[in-house]
């Protein structure tokens, strides 16, 4: 995989590709050891065919004419009766082998709603609907550690350099907590690295966060900029964290063995 832009690469390519991502960084921030054991242990197949609401929301914000490719909407079924459990259970038998996530008829309403609550504000709508790419893959090589790096932005605008990552948050009001919990000011640094590196410009970094907890009714939507002192923060924490994996990387030692004590409340005892 050569630096640079790519349109046509699919989300599992991606992600099961060469170079180091955010993701990948998160898992190495934990334990080297813990980022090895992820990349090799197997996963359950059958966990993952639940859906992902998030997944769901992206498809339908991003990129709304993929929605029905992936998606199914399931109608409503009545499961208080026994014709209307072995509707759905036909139904869904008849979905087996499209390929699709089925979304029942309860979350496809909700789905549909938190839409149109992005589409009411003014921000939110004319990022989303300004020109501009979805699920562009971009790679480059650090310069100091020469480590491949990528990012796949939810969308860059064409016209302007700006970033739009969506979140959806069971809680709005706990946003600020996630961007540390979640290490969102390390992606933002990275991503604009990212960009900065293939463009020759840095781009304005913003979170269109989607609630899908209402309040008074409606589903809250905000877009929100990281204050420049997070900015620095993450940076920082990025390239701390791309030479923790090289130098992890060039010497084959991944760790393994980490510390642990008994709790604050049981010390508190002795």
Known sequence: MKPGIYYDISNEDYHHGLGVSKSQLDDIARSPAFYKWKKNAPLDTEKLKALDMGTALHCLLLEPDEFLNRFIEAPEFNRRTKDGKQEEKDFLKECDDSGKTVMDHEQHRKL???????????????????????????????????????????????NQ????????????????????????????????????????????????????????????????????????????????????????????????????????WAKRRD
């Open 112 to 158: 549909k709603i938190m839409r149109d609550s992005v589409l009411a504000h003014h921000a939110a709508r004319y990022f989303l609907e300004a020109d501009g790419y979805s699920e562009a893959s971009i790679y480059w090589e650090d310069a100091d550690t020469e480590e491949l790096c990528r990012i796949r932005p939810d969308k860059f605008l064409s």
């Open 161 to 264: 350099p700006v970033i739009i990552d969506v979140k959806k948050v069971a809680d709005m009001s706990r946003f600020d907590r996630h961007i540390e919990e979640f290490r969102y000011h390390v992606q933002h640094a990275m991503y604009q690295e990212g960009y900065l590196q293939h463009f020759g410009e840095s781009p304005i970094f913003l979170f269109l966060a989607v609630s899908e907890t209402i309040d008074c009714g409606r589903y809250p939507v905000h877009v929100f900029e990281l204050d420049s002192e997070d900015v620095d923060v993450g940076f920082s924490l990025f390239k701390q964290n791309l030479h923790t994996f090289h130098e992890c990387r060039i010497n084959d030692d991944w760790g393994g063995i980490e510390p642990i004590s008994r709790p604050a």
